[in-house]
């Protein structure tokens, strides 16, 4: 997968579900895509929080792309964060999870800021999972081929991919019949939480949404099975 932006609930899940996740941190960069933001609760519906970035080509690689500092978007992450969950019972464990890492200056490239970010919610909800970058492992290929070839230099007799990509997976025909690795797809279904400031659920928001109204322990929850029982 490749690296996103304070991903929601379902990129978790699938951390869950495998036992090797693979950054794709080498493939190309895609302007106003997750790789640079995500959604959150604002005034009862989502709201796009953007990371700008200095984009130099159209072939930019993930991992080449820097974070745009000039626009003093760290703060304004910050504090659009601090006055969207400030009256959740779970402000303070979703503000100590994130704010450090997307205050940090020092971090300047997107992937490793949002790698850094992933690992560490990955962490506090209990998925041990390990992680590779696609970029270490010199794989060779194309879509689904170098696909195939990263679970071949991993050991791995199965893909796990999102639905969102059956399509095109299943067009190129590498994970066939004849292929050692077999194909299978993520089934998460999210369904309502307590979402505080929201008339009506809003769905596919931010692990910060989760988090904020849930807490780890009912995150955990949720990311794994896409409930919470109360």
Not at 17 to 41: G, H, M, P
Not at 102 to 109: F, H, M, N, S, V
Request: glycine share 4%; hydrophobic share 40%; proline share 3%.
């Amino acid at each position: 997968m490749q690296p996103t932006y304070l991903p929601w609930a379902g990129y978790f899940n699938l951390i869950s579900q495998v036992d090797f996740f693979v950054f794709l941190d080498d493939v190309q960069f895609e302007k106003q895509s997750w790789q640079s933001r995500n959604r959150i609760l604002l005034n009862e519906t989502y709201h796009f929080i953007s990371v700008p970035v200095k984009h130099l080509s159209l072939t930019q690689k993930i991992r080449e792309v820097e974070c745009e500092d000039k626009h003093n978007w760290r703060e304004k992450h910050v504090r659009l964060l601090k006055y969207t969950y400030t009256k959740h019972a779970f402000q303070n464990e979703m503000c100590e999870a994130v704010f450090d890492l997307i205050q940090d200056k020092k971090i300047t490239l997107l992937a490793d800021l949002n790698i850094r970010l992933i690992k560490r919610l990955s962490h506090h909800l209990g998925l041990e999972t390990p992680f590779f970058l696609s970029s270490e492992l010199l794989i060779e290929g194309n879509r689904s081929s170098r696909l195939l070839n990263i679970c071949k230099k991993l050991g791995c007799d199965e893909y796990v991919s999102p639905v969102g990509s059956a399509e095109y997976l299943q067009d190129d025909g590498v994970f066939d019949q004849s292929s050692p690795v077999r194909l299978s797809f993520q089934n998460y279904k999210p369904s309502a939480y307590a979402q505080k400031g929201a008339s009506e659920f809003v769905s596919h928001l931010s692990i910060v949404d989760v988090l904020a109204n849930l807490g780890w322990e009912q995150a955990r929850q949720y990311v794994m099975t896409g409930r919470v029982s109360f």
